[in-house]
């Protein structure tokens, strides 16, 4: 049985069909402080693009004449920067906001997609609820996940799948894929969509990656550090010798050290005890721009996490390329605050 988008004729989630308007609508995920820049993109890239009810802070159900599938092919190639995930619509179930749901959701994903899984691949169901449920995301994915395993052949495989079963609970007042309001009013309804991970920008639900908090972490910076290296596939030295600008407490330093690199480590602040006594770490006690100004070393990664304007912080880090081996790499992260419009390039 083929899944079907709502009034829209029927259409297989794992092949690109014909671009037509009867393509599958989508889930748009941003940070909500970046939406407006998020639908921007999807404008940008996309033909007569939709947003038709914001389901949660930063999450839009969309529709453009590519649907879905165009829309995923044209960012695989030349992804958003703001757009942090998109996953089809082909499926809409009504909630009654009770366990129940939980097995008419399990038998609607074997119902219309157990024939669509490509049992030579792993897959995964990944939830979010963005509505005052009983139940939370674990319930549903455990529930339905179990239900299609009983069904396929297709390994499950929850940290890297190949294919996703995207559902997502949201209220509602407009009707299923339209901007007209529901006749019923205020409802709560499951999105349901199945893809590949490649098209949905991020093989995390919702684009959120999720990292396990360790004893030994200093701060939750470390996160976005680890999900940088993995996002753009940086590949370190064994025994390369880093940079970490803006270092206290040292979060990023513990990541650099947990990854075999020696450290100069600079900040007026403290670093934590910890790494203040590691014989790895070297501590410069100074602002970025005097340590500039002093005459650095060479080094394989410059990183950059201060909170300072971006264009200031970008100026800093194009003055200590100078001091960077020709195979080096560097990473910054960009402070925009929550109302940027846009950088201005200058």
């Not at 995207?166 to 309001?181: L, T």
Request: proline letters at 7%.
């Amino acid at each position: 049985m083929w899944a079907t988008r709502p009034n829209g004729p029927e259409t297989s989630p794992l092949q690109f069909a014909p671009r037509s308007a009867e393509m599958p609508q989508l889930l748009l995920s941003a940070d909500a402080g970046f939406k407006h820049l998020a639908l921007e993109e999807f404008r940008r890239d996309s033909h007569s693009a939709q947003p038709l009810d914001e389901l949660g802070p930063g999450v839009y159900l969309a529709d453009c004449d590519e649907g879905f599938w165009g829309l995923a092919e044209t960012w695989i190639d030349d992804p958003p920067v703001f757009t942090r995930h998109i996953c089809p619509v082909d499926l809409t179930i009504p909630l009654v906001a009770t366990p129940r749901d939980l097995s008419r959701l399990s038998e609607a994903a074997v119902t219309e997609y157990a024939d669509l899984l490509d049992p030579d691949v792993s897959f995964s169901v990944q939830s979010r609820i963005l509505a005052d449920l009983s139940y939370k995301p674990f319930d549903v994915n455990r529930a339905v996940s179990a239900a299609l395993a009983r069904a396929v052949s297709s390994p499950l495989d929850v940290r890297q799948p190949f294919q996703i079963l995207s559902i997502v609970c949201a209220a509602s007042d407009r009707e299923p894929g339209s901007e007209k309001p529901a006749a019923s009013g205020h409802r709560q309804l499951a999105y349901l969509g199945l893809s590949l991970a490649s098209h949905n920008i991020s093989d995390w639900a919702g684009g959120v990656r999720r990292f396990r908090r360790e004893k030994e972490q200093v701060s939750r910076a470390e996160f976005k550090m680890l999900e940088a290296l993995e996002a753009f596939r940086i590949d370190l030295p064994a025994g390369g010798v880093a940079l970490d600008l803006g270092a206290a407490p040292g979060g990023w330093t513990r990541v650099l050290r947990q990854k075999g690199q020696y450290v100069t480590a600079v900040d007026p602040a403290e670093l934590h005890p910890r790494l203040a006594a590691d014989r790895g770490v070297r501590h410069k006690r100074m602002t970025a721009e005097a340590y500039l100004t002093e005459g650095p070393d060479a080094f394989d990664f410059l990183v950059n996490d201060m909170r300072m304007d971006a264009r200031a912080s970008a100026r800093l880090m194009n003055a200590f390329a100078d001091f960077l081996y020709p195979h080096a790499e560097a990473l910054m992260t960009l402070k925009l605050g929550k109302t940027a419009a846009a950088l201005d390039p200058a």
